[in-house]
């Protein structure tokens, strides 16, 4: 029987990579795509080598909103099924949100907003018709509170993401189909270097950070368990349980509090 085959966005670093590791791990071919061909083209070298696995890479842009499609046709028409969708790219805005450019906005919504909801509307239809699927949808710990001052819409687009995930399980979950979302916390990742917050974060204790790898291996095993949540690390799951016990007004303040412990203030507001 031939492979299981997961696509996986923005898989060129980070969370991306690492679920491409492990779903190589597992046995999945895999379809790999991000902007950064050299990157995929390594990532591809080194997993075909090691696990004796097919590697598809489609450089792409998920800030272009024909991306989804496009990604969707070249798939097709290479007669490749799709059986897992990791959608992972992603990254922040950092600033305040009256100061932010609208079209970084813009495009940070296509990214973490329409494109994974789009991907989704082209490749779960398959899934259910096949009576099996997974889904992984990387939101972020930040989608389980109620705000982040300084990250702009990155609480607003990862809440929809949980939010998103959940209705997908409830209407395909009995398909075979299983959606999980995964809300890391600090993770060992480009992503505070791309955002240019590298400083700011580190001042965070090594204690509450993750490594990128055992946040992948944590969300594969809980998509197949069926899970439609993923929190993994202590500290993510701590935060995570904050809404069911303080009101939202004190946890507005306490993360504004802690925002500002690590961020510098915008003088203009």
């Not at 895999?30 to 890479?57: D, G, H, W």
């Not at 990254?91 to 991907?119: E, I, M, R």
């Not at 993770?187 to 946040?215: C, I, L, N």
């Amino acid at each position: 029987m031939p492979n299981k085959t997961a696509l996986i966005t923005g898989a060129s670093a980070g969370i991306g990579k690492s679920f491409a590791n492990k779903f190589a791990q597992e046995g999945w071919d895999l379809v790999v795509t991000a902007r950064r061909k050299t990157q995929l083209e390594e990532l591809a070298k080194t997993l075909t080598e090691q696990y004796k696995i097919n590697v598809t890479i489609i450089v792409a842009d998920l800030a272009d909103p024909d991306t989804p499609i496009a990604i969707h046709k070249e798939i097709t028409d290479k007669g490749i099924q799709i059986d897992a969708l990791v959608n992972n790219a992603g990254y922040g805005v950092p600033g305040y949100y009256v100061n932010t450019d609208w079209q970084q906005q813009k495009d940070f919504l296509q990214v973490l907003v329409t494109a994974v909801s789009h991907l989704c509307h082209l490749f779960l239809p398959g899934m259910v018709e096949r009576k099996y699927g997974r889904i992984i949808n990387v939101s972020s710990v930040n989608g389980l509170l109620p705000c982040s001052p300084g990250q702009s819409l990155y609480a607003s687009a990862k809440t929809f993401v949980v939010s998103l995930s959940h209705t997908l399980q409830a209407e395909a979950g009995h398909a075979g189909v299983n959606v999980s979302a995964l809300c890391p916390g600090l993770t060992y990742t480009e992503f505070h270097d791309v955002t240019g917050t590298r400083d700011m974060v580190s001042k965070v204790p090594k204690s509450q950070w993750m490594e990128a790898q055992a946040v992948a291996e944590g969300a594969y095993d809980a998509v197949m368990r069926g899970d439609l949540l993923c929190t993994p690390g202590r500290s993510a799951s701590l935060a995570a349980l904050l809404p069911r016990f303080l009101p939202r007004k004190a946890i507005v303040s306490l993360m504004k509090k802690q925002s500002l412990k690590i961020r510098k203030v915008d003088s203009s507001i």
